[in-house]
């Protein structure tokens, strides 16, 4: 069993999630990454390991219930304690206004974005009441405010997450564990290849960058035990 701070990151194989888990490594976090692809999750352990971080790999598939009580068990297992949760697994496609949209994508799309949120939570909570335990639920500009091309299932499962933020909080303070409802406006990562228009390189150089988040997520994770910060929007400069 180790004393450090164990952090469990859902689509920490790349993008925002994976930055975060690099930085929260650095800053001293022992980092557990979860995903669907193994290969990806292995590419940021390493990375950190090779910086000299603590981390480890467990593939996940969040929208499988009982596969993630089934990550929260092996988390428990191996470091004895939970410290905090970035929850980063999303979902969205091209199809997602109502004249195209799958009432099947929907579902998909609410499964990750909002069911799965909420059942990782509820899995690691009993140790993140032990811990005092931080999450910071990576939601979007479109859970902020309402964004035309996000499309119909991303909107409603994203600004959904600021009530599951807001229902923890009020709820599981008295066990000091605090959340916040982190949105982002655009940010140059693999998700845009899912939009109707893909941004060119030169859209996505105006963008916000993954590191950029994950400093924002570094200091959410480092605020002390009594801070809350409840809501966070970042967005790049560029953004209309
Ligand atoms: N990029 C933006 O402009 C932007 C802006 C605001 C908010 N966001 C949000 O930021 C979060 C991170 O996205 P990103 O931009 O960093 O893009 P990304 O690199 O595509 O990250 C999405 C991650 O989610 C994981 N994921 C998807 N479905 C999953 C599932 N069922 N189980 C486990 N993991 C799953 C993916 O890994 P696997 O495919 O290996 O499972 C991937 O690592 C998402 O929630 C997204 O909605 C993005």
Not at 88 to 106: E, H, K, M, T, Y
């Amino acid at each position: 069993m180790t004393e450090q701070r164990v952090l469990w990151i859902t689509g920490g194989g790349s993008g925002m999630g994976a930055a975060s888990a690099r930085a929260a490594a650095a800053d001293g976090w022992t980092v557990v990454v979860s995903g669907r692809r193994p290969e990806a999750l292995d590419e940021v352990v390493a990375a950190i390991r090779a910086d000299g971080g603590s981390a480890r790999a467990l593939p996940l598939d969040v929208s499988d219930d009982d596969a993630v009580r089934a990550a929260r068990d092996a988390v428990l297992a191996e470091h004895g304690r939970l410290d905090g949760l970035v929850l980063a697994a999303g979902l969205n496609v091209p199809r997602r206004r109502w004249d195209d949209q799958s009432v099947p994508d929907f579902r998909a799309i609410v499964d990750t974005n909002l069911t799965a949120v909420v059942s990782v939570v509820d899995a690691a909570l009993p140790a993140l009441r032990e811990s005092g335990g931080v999450v910071v639920v990576v939601s979007s500009y479109a859970g902020w405010s309402f964004q035309p091309g996000a499309g119909v299932a991303y909107s409603a499962s994203k600004s959904a997450l600021g009530s599951v933020v807001r229902t923890l909080n009020q709820q599981e303070a008295p066990h000091g564990v605090r959340a916040t409802h982190l949105c982002p406006g655009d940010v140059a990562t693999d998700f845009l290849d899912q939009r109707p228009s893909v941004p060119d390189d030169a859209a996505r150089a105006v963008m916000l960058q993954p590191t950029d988040i994950a400093r924002t997520v570094s200091f959410v994770l480092g605020s002390p035990a009594h801070v809350r910060i409840d809501e966070l929007v970042v967005s790049p400069v560029s953004q209309r």
